[in-house]
């Protein structure tokens, strides 16, 4: 069974200053990898995902992450935040093989950005 | 397009009753995935309907039953309620099971059990 770790439980961050979040995940196979962001009060978004192709993958509102196999890590990042960045981030994979296959979601990531 | 809806989005219930609740996928999404959410274990998958057909499970007890009908809207039923099945419960659908599908949230009902 896969499983996904987000080592930082709660970030806090001044505007303008650059965030790096970390996910590791445990799986034999390929996977697939996510990162979701949930802001108060709202549903689930998709930041980015990768399925294959160049590690390095950007998504929404300037984020990025690199997939990096030999770590089996997906770190999310972005060079400036902002206060509207405020949220918490869940990194998230899948099997490749199967079809759609559950998400085994890490625990999530709290991230508080000062004015 | 619309996203994925919801209904109820919150429902308070007593223990030992049970309780339903559904969900619209996007339009042309035939996968929908349920999930629960609680803050001491995080976000955890229930089950996956393709077509009618439950296709993965979770781990949860045989209380959390769900189904998926022709039009791929989904409901799920948790009987016998517990003061554990607070949560808030999502749902999330696919265009088709493939293996490079993404999965979309919907807002979650909101269950509580007093």
């Known amino acids: 069974a896969q499983s996904v770790s987000q080592h930082n439980h709660h970030v806090i961050l001044s505007e303008a200053a650059s965030l790096e979040l970390g996910c590791n995940y445990s799986?034999?196979?390929?996977?697939?990898l996510f990162w979701y962001v949930q802001y108060p009060g709202q549903h689930l978004q998709l930041l980015l995902k990768?399925?294959?192709?160049?590690?390095l993958v950007k998504g929404i509102k300037g984020f990025e992450a690199e997939f990096i196999k030999s770590k089996f890590s997906f770190n999310l990042r972005k060079p400036s935040v902002q206060w509207s960045d405020t949220a918490e981030y869940f990194c998230?994979?899948?099997?490749?093989?199967?079809?759609?296959?559950?998400?085994?979601f890490g625990t999530g990531t709290r991230l508080t950005i000062i004015p | 397009k619309a996203g994925v809806t919801q209904t109820p989005r919150y429902l308070i219930k007593t223990r030992g009753q049970q309780v339903t609740l559904s969900c619209s996928p996007i339009?042309?999404?035939?996968?929908v995935s349920w999930y629960q959410q609680t803050p001491g274990q995080g976000l955890q998958f229930l089950f996956e309907?393709?077509?009618?057909?439950?296709?993965n499970k979770g781990n949860f007890p045989g209380r959390f039953s769900g189904r998926q009908f022709s039009n791929s809207r989904s409901e799920m039923n948790v009987s016998t309620l517990e003061l554990g099945d607070s949560a808030l419960y999502l749902c999330?659908?696919?265009?088709?099971?493939?293996?490079?599908?993404?999965?979309?949230f919907g807002p979650g009902t909101r269950l509580t059990v007093l």
């Open positions: 998230a994979v899948n099997p490749r093989a199967g079809g759609n296959e559950k998400l085994t």
């Open positions: 990768y399925f294959s192709g160049d590690p």
């Open positions: 799986y034999g196979g390929t996977v697939n």
């Open positions: 999330a659908s696919s265009f088709r099971q493939a293996s490079t599908d993404t999965q979309y």
């Open positions: 339009s042309g999404h035939r996968s």
């Open positions: 309907y393709f077509s009618e057909t439950q296709r």
